[in-house]
């Protein structure tokens, strides 16, 4: 199976990393995916509190690499993806996976 969600390889992965982390996103504050907006704030809007950032942030450990997010730095949903998938691939040049 081969899904193509970007202009180039690239962009697809990024694509399935924003689609995994809102499937996690989604399970710990116990929401539908079509209730998911990346303006939404972490805490006003979800309230996630210590133990739901707790929650989150294993969770992203363990999909991502043991990646660790510094929620002191992110309050909305779009500051996690780029925490997230943005910080995932910083060091290539978006040629990286270009044929």
Known sequence: MC??????ELGSVKALMAMSLNALIAEVFELDLDELDNYLSLTRDLGMDESKQQELNTMIAEYFDNLHIDFSQVDTLEQLFQS???VEFEELPETAFEM
């Open 3 to 8: 899904i193509k969600a970007g202009n180039n």
């Open 84 to 86: 997230v998938v943005e």
